[in-house]
T-cell receptor
Framework: NAGVMQNPRHLVRRRGQEARLRCSPMKGHSHVYWYRQLPEEGLKFMVYLQKENIIDESGMPKERFSAEFPKEGPSILRIQQVVRGDSAAYFC?????????????FGPGTRLLVL | TQLLEQSPQFLSIQEGENLTVYCNSSSVFSSLQWYRQEPGEGPVLLVTVVTGGEVKKLKRLTFQFGDARKDSSLHITAAQPGDTGLYLCAGGETSYDKVIFGPGTSLSVIP
C-alpha cells in the first residue's frame, strides 16, 4: 500500500510565476490536509479538504492561494504570482474517514524555492 | 484559539541518556499525536493517545496523555543517535477538527 505521494519534491519558481503542488492520498483515504513549514518551525495548517469539498480553509492566505481535491485525481495546492515569502516546505497529509483529525499520514513534502 | 506549546525547544544529549519532552495546552484535546520528522522528510506518526491518563510504549519511547487531556509527554530511555530529529505533537478539539501542531522539540543525540 503506497504512502502519501507528493510531487514535485522540489520546485523552483521565479517571482510572479505559478506553483502547482500535487498530493495523492493513501488508498482509501478521503481526507486531505495541507501544511506549510518554514525552517526550524512546526507545521502550520492551511486547508482541510474532502473529495470535491473544502471543509476548513482558515489557514489559507486570502489571496493567491487555492486548493482543490477533485473527484478523480490528486489534490492540488495552487499558488499564483509567487513571492519570495512563499518559499517553504509544503506537506500534504491524508487520513481515513473514520479517523479524520486523529491520525494523519504525511507525504515527503514539496520544497518550493522562489527566486 | 487552540495552541500547543512544546518544551524544550532544543535538546542535545549524549548517547545512552534519558530524556523527556513536553507538550502543553490550555485547551482540551480529543486526542494527541506525536510525530518525528527528519531533515528533508515529512513527519512520521509515532503514536496517538486518546484517553486521559493513557500511557503507551513503543520500544524505548513512552508516551503519556495527561488526565485532563491538555498535555502529553514523551520519554526516551537510553537515547541513540537514530533518535535524532524534530519531535512534534499535534491535536484537535474533536476528531473532525483540523489538527494543530506544536513548534517541535529538536533533539540531537551525540554518539
Amino acid at each position: 500500500n503506497a504512502g502519501v505521494m507528493q510531487n514535485p519534491r522540489h520546485l523552483v519558481r521565479r517571482r510572479g510565476q505559478e506553483a502547482r503542488l500535487r498530493c495523492s492520498p493513501m488508498k482509501g483515504h478521503s481526507h486531505v490536509y495541507w501544511y506549510r513549514q518554514l525552517p526550524e518551525e512546526g507545521l502550520k495548517f492551511m486547508v482541510y479538504l474532502q473529495k470535491e469539498n473544502i471543509i476548513d480553509e482558515s489557514g489559507m492566505p486570502k489571496e493567491r492561494f487555492s486548493a482543490e481535491f477533485p473527484k478523480e485525481g490528486p489534490s492540488i495546492l495552487r499558488i499564483q504570482q509567487v513571492v519570495r515569502g512563499d518559499s517553504a516546505a509544503y506537506f500534504c497529509a491524508s487520513s481515513p474517514l473514520d479517523q479524520a483529525g486523529e491520525t494523519q499520514y504525511f507525504g515527503p513534502g514539496t520544497r518550493l524555492l522562489v527566486l | 484559539t487552540q495552541l500547543l506549546e512544546q518544551s524544550p525547544q532544543f535538546l542535545s544529549i549524549q548517547e545512552g541518556e534519558n530524556l523527556t519532552v513536553y507538550c502543553n495546552s490550555s485547551s482540551v484535546f480529543s486526542s494527541l499525536q506525536w510525530y518525528r520528522q527528519e531533515p528533508g522528510e515529512g513527519p512520521v506518526l509515532l503514536v496517538t493517545v486518546v484517553t486521559g491518563g493513557e500511557v503507551k510504549k513503543l520500544k524505548r519511547l513512552t508516551f503519556q496523555f495527561g488526565d485532563a487531556r491538555k498535555d502529553s509527554s514523551l520519554h526516551i530511555t537510553a537515547a541513540q543517535p537514530g533518535d535524532t530529529g524534530l519531535y512534534l505533537c499535534a491535536g484537535g478539539e474533536t476528531s473532525y477538527d483540523k489538527v494543530i501542531f506544536g513548534p517541535g522539540t529538536s533533539l540531537s543525540v551525540i554518539p
